[in-house]
């Protein structure tokens, strides 16, 4: 029997929610069912209408869980797993005395297939079935990255992060390396199994323009790929790029001179933005992705998501680990509705939801695969609990409708709210 009926709440979206009245483009269902025929949703839809449709099929009652796609993470380190939560310092700093010299560590392949079997076992844990991450500049690094998660079956974005200055001289690449290396990976893992390539300089900072012009031609060879890298995170990096590229209008113009900027295009933080690069990234159809535990965590800024969303720039949300403080995906929802909050704007639960799952995907350009309970979307699907803990279930209590039973598992669920993952069609 190939066929699982799951039986829970459910949630989907037929829009955006940050585009349209959430209330419109919201479908929840208190007698929710989903049908997964191997590694696909099949139908989904009300309880009584697919046990009709599906007699046959495997049913797994969840009660009054929430059924929903797994999460997607849109921009992570999974390098930096082992130095999360590392005490005292800002961006520049932090990535001096706490992620190079454990990036090196991660040159023996050994050490990289361990963590990376530990980020992934942590990163399902808390509900995330797919992540863009940066590997380090070692290619062995994306190997032991790709081959964990192929053994998993899961869909993952991921890529040699390409640095050939400002970084260690055990950690960097050189023009031609980079070049070399990155291309060789993409023709190893893009499209392999469930696995995505993105061309990965680290950040402006750490790649000569050479470097950067390089990676551009790369990705106009290779446009099936996508790109990812950093933008305008913090003031002391904003003023040395400007330093480094003293011809450059703004940080965005050092990629877009290089032929790094498009609509597969994904660049993380994206905090200190002026109206040009915000007007671009809205033209080309770029994502930028919000990570909020991690711009408070190494003081970075505050994220303007209601007025990004507003300028119709394509949105995503991620941990950032080891910059950020969570694997959970929760938690960051929680984090991105406490940095709103600052910012003067009101996040609703559905946006949350919505950021977390689906626009992360499209972030990626992994809509109409992932992120969303559709027939023909690939069966990676998280199972929330919404009473977790007794702190959060005396709350729900209390709750006079849905939303109001979701959110506190959003500001204070971990992953004793996951009840269970499925990736590709299997329990796991
Ligand atoms: N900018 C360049 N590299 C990094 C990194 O590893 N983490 C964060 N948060 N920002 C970066
Ligand atoms: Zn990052």
């Not at 500049?137 to 993952?156: C, I, L, Q």
């Not at 729900?396 to 590709?424: H, Y």
């Amino acid at each position: 029997m190939n066929q699982n009926l799951l039986l829970g709440q459910t949630l989907r979206f037929d829009g955006d929610p940050f585009q349209s009245p959430w209330q419109e483009v919201t479908n929840h269902r208190h007698d929710g069912a989903v049908l997964i025929d191997d590694g696909h949703i099949l139908a989904v839809g009300s309880r009584e209408k697919l046990l009709a449709e599906f007699p046959e099929a495997n049913i797994i009652d969840y009660g009054n869980d929430l059924i929903m796609p797994g999460f997607v993470d849109a921009h992570v380190h999974y390098p930096q797993t082992a130095i999360i939560a590392s005490w005292g310092k800002r961006l520049i700093d932090w990535l001096n005395s706490y992620t190079f010299p454990e990036e090196m560590r991660l040159h023996d392949p050994t050490y990289a297939g361990e963590v990376a079997n530990s980020y992934l076992d942590i990163a399902l844990a808390h509900g995330t079935t797919t992540m863009a991450s940066f590997c380090t500049t070692a290619p062995s690094s994306v190997n032991a990255y790709f081959e964990t998660a192929g053994k998993r079956g899961m869909r993952v974005v991921g890529g040699k992060t390409c640095m050939d200055r400002n970084a260690p001289a055990g950690l960097i690449d050189t023009v031609q390396r980079a070049y070399d290396e990155s291309k060789e990976l993409i023709d190893r893992w893009h499209g392999k199994g469930r696995a995505i390539y993105a061309i990965t300089p680290r950040f402006s900072p750490t790649s000569t323009a050479e470097q950067l012009n390089t990676l551009g031609a790369l990705w106009s060879e290779r446009p099936e790929c996508l790109m990812q890298t950093h933008l305008s995170e913090q003031a002391e990096e904003i003023a040395w790029v400007q330093d480094l590229f003293p011809s450059a209008r703004d940080y965005l113009d050092t990629y877009e001179q290089y032929g790094l900027l498009g609509a597969r295009g994904v660049y993380g933080h994206s905090i200190h933005l002026k109206s040009r690069e915000i007007d671009k990234l809205a033209e080309v159809g770029a994502a930028v992705v919000h990570c909020p535990t991690s711009n408070t965590f190494i003081g970075s800024g505050l994220f303007d998501l209601m007025g990004l969303a507003k300028a119709q720039v394509g949105l995503g949300l991620a941990s950032d680990v080891g910059g950020g403080s969570s694997f959970s995906m929760l938690r960051t929802m929680a984090a991105a509705y406490e940095v709103a909050q600052l910012k003067g704007a009101v996040i609703h639960p559905a946006q949350l939801m919505w950021l977390a799952t689906e626009g992360s995907a499209k972030a990626l350009h992994l809509e109409g695969l992932i992120g969303k309970l559709g027939p023909g979307i690939e069966a990676d699907i998280c199972v929330l609990n919404l009473n977790s803990t007794s702190a959060i279930d005396q709350r729900v209590k209390n709750a006079n409708n849905f939303w109001e039973s979701l959110f506190p598992t959003i500001m204070m669920g971990d992953d004793r709210a996951v009840r269970q993952v499925w990736v590709a069609g299997k329990a796991v």
